[in-house]
Every structure is written in C-alpha cells, then in structure tokens.
T-cell receptor, first 116, second 110 residues
Framework: KAGVTQTPRYLIKTRGQQVTLSCSPISGHRSVSWYQQTPGQGLQFLFE???????NKGNFPGRFSGRQFSNSRSEMNVSTLELGDSALYLC???????????????FGNGTRLTVT | GENVEQHPSTLSVQEGDSAVIKCTYS??????FPWYKQELGKRPQLIIDIRSNVGEKKDQRIAVTLNKTAKHFSLHITETQPEDSAVYFC?????????FGTGTRLKVLA
C-alpha cells in the first residue's frame, strides 16, 4: 500500500501570498489531520477531517484553513503568509474503526514552506 | 488549554545504557498515548503506543508506562544502540485530536 503522499515537498513564497498544500491519505483511511512542525515547538495540531467534515481544530488563526474531498484527499490553505508561517507541514492519515478508540497516525514526508 | 510537557529536551547516553523520556498531559479526556520517532529529514513513525486501560506495554527493547492518576507516561529504551539516535515525541489523544510534546533529542554515543 502506498503511504501518505504530500505535495509539493518544498515551497518558497513571499509574505502576503497564499499557498495550498495537498495530502493523499493511505487507501482506506478516511481521517486526515494536519500539523505544523517548527524547531522547539514540536508538532502543533492544525485540524482534523473525516468524511469531508472538520471534526476538530487547533489554535491557529483563520488564515489557516483546510478541506477534505469525497476521495479523502485533503488540502490546507494559508492566506496572507507571514514569516512565522515558515515550517514543515505534516499531514497524517488514520484508519477509523468504530469502537476501537483513537487510531495511530501515519505521517507523510511533509511540505517544507519557506516564507521570505 | 490542553498541553503535553515532555522532558528532557535532550538526552545523551552511552551505547548499551537505558534512556527514559517522560511526559505529562493535562486533558483528562485523553485515552491514547503514542510515541513517535523522527530521524533527521524523515517523517515521524510510531514506535509504541498505550491505551488508558493498560498500565504498561513492552515491545522488545522499548516499553511505555502510564499512570492515569498522575497523568504521566514514560518511554523506556533499554540497551540503546546508535540507530536509536533521533527525536522522540510523545502525544496524548482524546477526541479527534492529538497533542504532542515538544520532543526529546536522544543521542546514543558509541
């Protein structure tokens, strides 16, 4: 089975621009979540989607948004980019089984965003 | 708000010694506690996990313990090897959400 695929791997943007990142989950995984990873801050939760619905979100400004499509692929968008948005953005998918509790996350390789 | 504290931030051990990383969580609703290993330039990978109805779990050289009353959980690595060198993240998960610790950089010295 193919793993979680994130595109693009690298992005360089200028302050004020917007960016869209894409994530294709493992086949059969319907839950997709996004994390921002910066040195010293670890992985910070952005949001989680299941069956095209956002079920939870972290403490990020409204400039960060996401969506999930009917095939479970997900995108996240960051508008009006700031220097502080430079980070590795990781997507993770998981297999949700009723009654089985929280499932483990399977991460993609991430998209490294640099804002200049 | 919800958070997970992880200590230490860096840990150096001699090859063959044991390493222990500790985490404390705040959200009482958390019921799943995974540990991830991230090697340089690679994705985080699950190495072991524990659910709230279990106190301890072991897999070869690694083990995790959970104290729900104190909201503490720990990762234990025995007989460390150079390939154990990486950043380790703990996490606490409740409803559709994972809160991660800030990571521990483990260096195993040959």
């Amino acid at each position: 089975k193919a793993g979680v695929t994130q595109t693009p791997r690298y992005l360089i943007k200028t302050r004020g621009q917007q960016v869209t990142l894409s994530c294709s989950p493992i086949s059969g995984h319907r839950s997709v979540s996004w994390y921002q990873q910066t040195p010293g801050q670890g992985l910070q939760f952005l949001f989680e989607y299941f069956s095209e619905t956002q079920r939870n979100k972290g403490n990020f400004p409204g400039r960060f948004s996401g969506r999930q499509f009917s095939n479970s692929r997900s995108e996240m968008n960051v508008s009006t980019l700031e220097l502080g948005d430079s980070a590795l953005y990781l997507c993770a998918s998981s297999l949700v089984s009723p009654g089985q509790g929280q499932p483990p996350l399977h991460f993609g390789n991430g998209t490294r965003l640099t804002v200049t | 708000g919800e958070n997970v504290e992880q200590h230490p931030s860096t840990l150096s051990v001699q090859e063959g010694d044991s390493a222990v990383i500790k985490c404390t969580y705040s959200d009482s609703a958390s019921n799943y506690f995974p540990w991830y290993k991230q090697e340089l330039g690679k994705r985080p990978q699950l190495i072991i996990d524990i659910r709230s109805n279990v106190g301890e779990k072991k897999d070869q050289r690694i083990a995790v313990t959970l104290n729900k009353t104190a909201k503490h959980f720990s990762l234990h690595i025995t007989e460390t090897q150079p390939e154990d060198s990486a950043v380790y993240f703990c996490a606490a998960s409740g409803t559709y959400k994972y809160i991660f610790g800030t990571g521990t950089r483990l260096k195993v010295l040959a």
